[in-house]
């Protein structure tokens, strides 16, 4: 069973580049959220998408917008990146069960680096 | 802001002993909640879920949730050095909260 795979593993950019990040959700999942974790923090939502559409999102400017395509699979593009943007952006996969639970599960990560 | 909020640690505690990791949420209207170990480098793991007032065991981990006080409890019997790693306690439904981690270091 293929769990959340995501690519590439590491990247580095400079400051004002853009970024595409992917995302295969697990087998059988059809929503994927995507977080950034800065170094010592816990992550920090952006936005989840389910059939298509960005169904929530947290407090990220703009410049962090993503996309869902029918397989499931997701990207996550970064604008104009600033030195802070540095940090593992982490996808999480889940399906939501009949009783209205969610359990989220997270692939290894991509790290970015802006220099 | 809805928080989840975590003792940053470290937490040491020598092999064979339980170790208490504890958070404490401000959403009252939360009800899913979880826990994640998160190796240095790594990604987080999925440990427990927990919906429900009460405890919930697997294995050697034992989840806490009493919702009347807005705290969530991890515990680990007979640690091993293999659990050393931090570990993230998050509530919410989609938009995952999570707390700053706990650091554990096990002693042999």
């Known amino acids: 069973d293929a769990g959340v795979t995501q690519s590439p593993t590491h990247l580095i950019k400079t400051r004002g580049q853009q970024v595409t990040l992917r995302c295969s959700p697990k087998?059988?999942?059809?929503?994927v959220s995507w977080y950034q974790q800065a170094l010592g923090q816990g992550p920090q939502f952006i936005f989840q998408y389910y059939e298509e559409e960005e169904r929530q999102r947290g407090n990220f400017p703009d410049r962090f917008s993503g996309h869902q395509y029918p397989n499931y699979s997701s990207e996550l593009n970064v604008n104009a990146l600033l030195l802070g943007d540095s940090a593992l952006y982490l996808c999480?996969?889940?399906?939501?069960?009949?009783?209205?639970?969610?359990?989220?599960?997270f692939g290894p990560g991509t790290r970015l680096l802006v220099l | 802001q809805k928080e989840v909020e975590q003792n940053s640690g470290p937490l040491s505690v020598p092999e064979g002993a339980i170790a208490s990791l504890n958070c404490t949420y401000s959403?009252?209207?939360?009800?899913?909640f979880f826990w994640y170990r998160q190796y240095s480098g790594k990604s987080p793991e999925l440990i427990m879920s927990i919906y429900s007032n009460g405890d919930k065991e697997d294995g050697r981990f034992t989840a806490q949730l009493n919702k009347a006080s807005q705290y969530v409890s991890l515990l680990i019997r007979d640690s091993q050095p293999s659990d050393s790693a931090t570990y993230l306690c998050?509530?919410?439904?989609?938009?995952?909260?999570f707390g700053q981690g706990t650091e554990l270091s096990v002693k042999p």
């Open positions: 998050a509530s919410g439904r989609g938009k995952l909260i």
């Open positions: 959403d009252r209207v939360s009800q899913s």
């Open positions: 999480a996969s889940s399906l939501l069960g009949l009783a209205g639970e969610e359990t989220q599960y």
């Open positions: 087998s059988g999942h059809d929503t």
